[in-house]
């Protein structure tokens, strides 16, 4: 392949550097697995990487389907719960229960500009 044709492969409605993350995170999976195996790779493990793969894709540039879009009340961010460093999930969000007045059930993680605690709609 030429360098020509790989960056024709780029979409300009995506952003440069991770499309190229991604390309390396598939580039990388395909890599492990053909020279982890001692046999050639079967037609189950090819489907099961190519779902692997397309779900991480999917993931990457399309989270509204598998993540709620969220909004803060106080600087009205939009984003996702995979944009937040400090979430419930990850159990970094500081003072969590003394911010929150029903044991933090709503909660989801604190807003990545303003710092304000984020609960789902
Ligand atoms: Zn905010």
């Known amino acids: ?9 780029y979409s300009d409605k995506l952003g440069a550097d991770e499309q190229v993350s991604m390309e390396e ?4 999976r395909i890599f ?3 020279h982890g195996l001692t046999d050639p790779m079967g037609e189950e493990d090819c489907n099961a990487l190519g779902r692997e793969i397309l779900y991480n894709v999917l993931r ?5 389907l598998f993540e709620q ?4 009340y106080n600087c009205k ?3 996702y719960e995979s944009d937040m460093e400090k979430t419930v999930a990850k159990g970094n969000v500081p003072d969590l229960y003394e911010r929150t007045d029903d044991g933090a059930d709503s909660a989801v993680g ?6 304000a605690l984020i609960e789902e709609a």
Not at 60 to 64: A, G, L, N, V
Not at 69 to 72: D, P, Q, R, S, Y
Not at 110 to 115: R, T
């Open 77 to 79: 961010w939009k984003g």
């Open 110 to 115: 604190e807003c990545p500009e303003c710092g």
């Open 1 to 9: 392949m030429t360098h020509e044709t790989k960056m024709l492969a």
């Open 32 to 34: 492990d697995e053909v």
């Open 60 to 64: 990457k540039f399309r989270p509204d």
């Open 25 to 28: 995170m598939i580039s990388s």
């Open 69 to 72: 879009e969220l909004t803060c």
